[in-house]
């Protein structure tokens, strides 16, 4: 297609009556803008320097101390981008944070980590929640699960411990090359039967 040519369009206008070759049109239309999904990514984490929540660190220097953690205990790039964007929903979702970064990297990551990233904000009150007169315990109605401990232990070794203002974190340009991998290519499927996620 030449520079400055109209990208095809569908023609219908109730999906009821699209075809095949609406839906084509659509898919190469749409092809652009999911290419640019880590650089909206991206922008949405450089929001998270707006805010501290009160805690004695920005939301993206925690971010940056979680993954960076996660990358110098030779976690592999997919875990560390979790890390990176498991707290990505605050801006948009304080009350359900983990479930939006769930949800943003689900097609991206392997099922144990997209539970880890979706049930993490329920592990984390394991060191908060009894301050707030709610049940640290929490996390235990999933006890058994085959995630349990791999989610604990994220929350123990990378989470609960980055917020620090004297931690030497790496920027986040450091992790835009394993964001770029990890989202490259969706590596399974949004639309299909929930099984061992529930």
């Known amino acids: ?34 290419g640019t999904l880590p650089d909206r990514i991206l922008a949405h984490l450089n929001l998270l320097k707006s805010d501290h929540g009160g805690f004695a660190v920005d939301r993206l220097e925690h971010s940056l101390q979680t993954a960076t953690r996660a990358f110098k205990d030779g976690r592999d790039e997919e875990y560390v981008v979790c890390a990176l964007l498991h707290d990505i929903g605050d801006v948009l979702g304080p009350s359900n944070h983990a479930e939006i970064g769930a949800v943003i990297l689900k097609p991206y990551v392997s099922e144990q980590n997209h539970w880890m990233l979706d049930k993490h904000g329920i592990f984390q009150g394991y060191y908060f929640f009894h301050h707030l007169g709610l049940d640290r315990d929490m996390r235990e109605q999933f006890r058994g699960h085959p995630w349990f401990e791999y989610t604990a232990q994220f929350c123990h070794l990378y989470d609960q411990n980055s917020f620090d203002p004297n931690y030497e974190s790496m920027p986040l340009e450091a992790f835009e090359p394993m964001l770029r991998r990890v989202m490259a290519q969706p590596k399974r499927s949004i639309y299909r039967k929930e099984n061992a996620e529930a």
């Open 1 to 34: 297609m030449a520079d400055g040519e109209a990208l095809p369009r569908a023609k219908f206008h109730a999906m009821v009556d699209g075809t095949k070759e609406d839906w084509m049109a659509i898919g190469q239309a749409g092809a652009p803008f999911r």
